[in-house]
């Protein structure tokens, strides 16, 4: 239940004949009043700019744009987030309470490419308290550090514009977003994985491309969609925390928590599930197709159930959506007809 807005004592009282301005309550009036409410626009506004100048700062640190300017590692990241873009076209096609503009959507997905490289230094920085205790330091990392990340930088993605814009007007409209920051981060995420593996020397445009690295293209391509299906979940959540102002925190906590074990426990399982299915369908022989082969099976069984959870999701707003909307024409349609009788 929503907690009823406090009013301060003197205000509660008043009858409306007293100006409590400067007592009880506050508006702009004074030149002072002007001064501040400009100073605060601008330090907010500083802040998301300085966020994503540091950012940007970060992505050519780590070579992020020299990497995108090599026309073979381009085409490979293109091809690997192909996956990803037609799951996030799918979240985008879901939202029945109005279309998104543009613009916005693609500010959200160059959000989460520049907020992902907040996630590669802290990550990076942090993978040395975590090594020397294995597997288990790496499980760690995984909860402690890597997933609640990840997920925190990408729903950044969407709080640092799309969020305070009037278009964002539903629940649904945090899960597009979402989506849309999880595909940005997949994309250079995706650049970075397939520049370190192979020879960029080597690459040309040709089919040589994709023998060159088929491979690591296949590899990035199926973890992808995984970063829409998490920022999803944790983007309707912010969705909701929206329009539940009393409850905001605990919302958008619920939906990173969610967004992080999912995240974390696919990278925990999916080298042992891999494995796993190798070794049940008899692969072990054929390590590079055997190995790609049991991938691709437990990547589609962990990431599709997720993503049928997250359509179903969906599909709740959405029938929820149609029945209110049903529900409000008949309520207007049985006024207009007792008004109609009234009138006759």
């Given at each position: ?97 109005s279309g998104e503009p543009?613009?916005?959507l693609v500010a959200t ?236």
């Amino acid at each position: 239940m929503a907690k009823k807005e406090r009013t301060d004592p003197v205000e509660e009282a008043a009858d409306g004949s007293m100006d409590l301005y400067d007592v009880a309550t506050w508006d702009e009036r004074t030149s002072l009043d002007g001064l501040v409410v400009a100073l605060y626009r601008v330090i907010s506004g500083s802040a998301r700019l300085l966020i994503i100048a540091l950012g940007l700062l970060l992505l050519v640190g780590i070579g992020g744009i020299s990497i995108l300017s090599e026309p073979g590692i381009a085409v490979l990241t293109l091809l690997s987030a192909v996956p990803a873009l037609a799951l996030a076209a799918y979240v985008y096609r879901s939202d029945v309470a109005s279309g998104e503009p543009l613009y916005i959507l693609v500010a959200t997905f160059l959000l989460g490419v520049l907020t992902a490289n907040f996630a590669a230094v802290i990550n990076g920085y942090t993978q040395q308290y975590f090594a020397a205790l294995g597997f288990v330091g790496t499980v760690l990392s995984y909860y402690l550090v890597v997933g609640p990340v990840e997920e925190t930088v990408k729903l950044l993605a969407v709080r640092l514009y799309a969020f305070g814009d009037e278009t964002f007007d539903s629940v649904l409209d945090g899960a597009v977003y979402g989506a849309m920051a999880g595909l940005g981060f997949a994309f250079i995420e995706n650049a970075l994985y397939i520049s370190r593996a192979v020879d960029v020397a080597t690459l040309d445009l040709g089919l040589g491309l994709i023998g060159a690295g088929g491979d690591i293209a296949f590899t990035r391509a199926l973890a992808g969609p995984g970063h829409v299906i998490y920022s999803a979940f944790a983007g309707y959540y912010l969705g909701l925390a929206k329009f539940n102002p009393d409850d905001r925190g605990p919302i958008v906590l619920k939906g990173l928590l969610i967004a992080t074990l999912i995240h974390a426990t696919y990278n925990t399982t999916v080298g042992i599930g891999a494995y796993a299915i190798q070794t049940a369908l008899g692969l072990v022989g054929i390590p590079t197709f055997g190995g790609l082969l049991a991938y691709l099976g437990y990547v589609v069984v962990y990431q599709g159930l997720f993503g049928l959870l997250l359509v179903r999701k969906i599909r709740n707003y959405r029938r929820a959506y149609h029945r209110a909307r049903d529900s409000a024409d008949q309520q207007e349609r049985a006024t207009r007809s007792e008004m109609t009788e009234f009138d006759g």
